[in-house]
């Protein structure tokens, strides 16, 4: 029997925080609102406040998530939410800022700083958590999980607990379509790598698989016409679908190596994480891709790179294949051609693989890595 968790409340489709208002009214009585400094300016935030406004409901803005969060953005943070009395928090912009909301939510009844909570489950009383995505990929508004760099180890640190899934997630597509083509393109990777990973790991379940299999179909389809045309409406939607389902599935199966050996990346070198994931995507199912032959040839079946003549293992790497394809028409760069120093990169491998062991993603992958194995992916894309 396989448990499967999703948030209490979703909302999706354009317009939908509207139909959340009344439950978003009901949650407390002070709001801090999770996010970045460039989100405050957009639209979507003025929608989100002028509920909160004319509901009553009072609010303070943490703005100060740049980049990918640290332990020290979280510190500051909490203080916040301590000092102005707040009781629910509200996250609102790309996957940091929802992860950052996640920490703060955890600190804000737990003792400690939340490195502590490295390899341990995160308990407690969470006040009440509204996500609110601006981008499709990261998924945040869907898992249990939350990312934060230690900053003092320069180690990302995977931080889990069944509380950390948001009480209400509110997908508008309508609060992506200003997201510039970089960010569609790392993102929209971002949950592909999510989908493929839940599919092929050891911890998919039939309901996993459900999902897993429609979010990559709809990215291979929707990607490419959202990172061409921003505006495409139609795109937008399905991305957006496509990174909800892709969250329901790494939720309840997990990740594999990809992220294991990105964190370390993004850590190191600030290689956003959406990106180090698509840098890292073909190799790393290449690597795979013999450990779970079947599974990576339905996934060529549901993105139409197959023939009915071709064997399993050859529908399997016609998929893997197609994804450096996809990643090209993305135009992900190299490690080198976004500007990571090489020699760096190179002395940091040992380092990395055991962070990315050490994290346990890989241990979910449908074969055994080994640190030989990782550090020699590193090679492979440096």
């Known amino acids: 029997m396989s448990l499967f968790f999703i948030p209490d409340k979703i909302y ?58 640290t332990d020290k953005m979280i510190e500051e943070g909490l203080d916040i939410y301590k000092r102005n009395g707040c009781d629910f928090i509200i996250g609102i912009g790309g996957g940091s800022p929802l992860d950052s909301m996640k920490a703060i939510a955890a600190m804000s009844v737990n003792e400690g700083k939340i490195s502590d909570y490295m390899g341990k489950v995160i308990g407690g009383k969470l006040p009440p958590m509204v996500a609110i995505p601006t981008t499709a990929g990261t998924g945040s508004e869907a898992t249990q999980f939350t990312v934060i760099t230690d900053s003092e180890k320069d ?15 509110i997908v508008d597509p309508d609060f992506t379509m200003t997201s510039p083509p970089s960010v569609t393109a790392s993102t929209g990777l971002d949950a592909l790598t999510h989908a493929v990973e839940a599919y092929t790991s050891q911890k998919a379940q039939p309901l996993t698989d459900a999902v897993a299999l429609d ?11 959202a990172y061409r045309d921003g505006s495409d409406r139609k795109a937008r939607e399905e991305m ?42 073909p190799t790393c199912m290449r690597f795979a ?63 990395m693989a055991d962070d990315a062991l050490a994290s346990g993603s890989p241990q979910n992958t449908a074969k055994r890595v080994s640190k030989e194995d990782i550090i020699r992916i590193y090679k492979s894309v440096s």
Do not use: Q, W
């Open 12 to 69: 999706t489709g354009a317009g939908s925080i509207t139909e959340a208002e009344n439950v978003l009214l009901s949650l407390g009585r002070k709001a801090l609102i999770v996010t970045g400094g460039h989100v405050v300016k957009l639209n979507c935030f003025k929608v989100l406040t002028d509920i909160l406004d004319k509901g009553g409901i009072t609010y303070t803005v943490f703005s100060g998530v740049t980049g990918e969060p």
């Open 155 to 169: 180690v990302k640190m995977l931080l889990k607990g069944d509380v950390l899934l948001p009480d209400i997630a």
């Open 215 to 225: 979010a990559v179909s709809r990215i291979f389809r929707y990607l490419p016409r």
């Open 240 to 281: 957006s679908i496509a990174a909800l389902e892709a969250g329901f599935a790494i939720n309840n199966s997990s990740v594999t190596i990809v992220h294991g050996m990105s964190r370390p990346i993004g850590a190191l070198f600030h290689v956003p994480h959406g990106l180090s994931n698509a840098m890292l995507l």
């Open 289 to 351: 891709c013999d450990g779970a032959y079947e599974k990576f040839a339905e996934l060529g079946e549901a993105v139409c790179v197959t023939r009915s003549s071709m064997t399993v293992e050859e529908k399997a790497r016609a998929f893997v294949t197609a994804l450096g394809k996809l990643c090209t028409i993305c135009e992900v760069p190299t490690l080198a051609e976004y500007g990571v120093d090489m020699e760096m990169f190179r002395n940091s491998m040992d380092k």
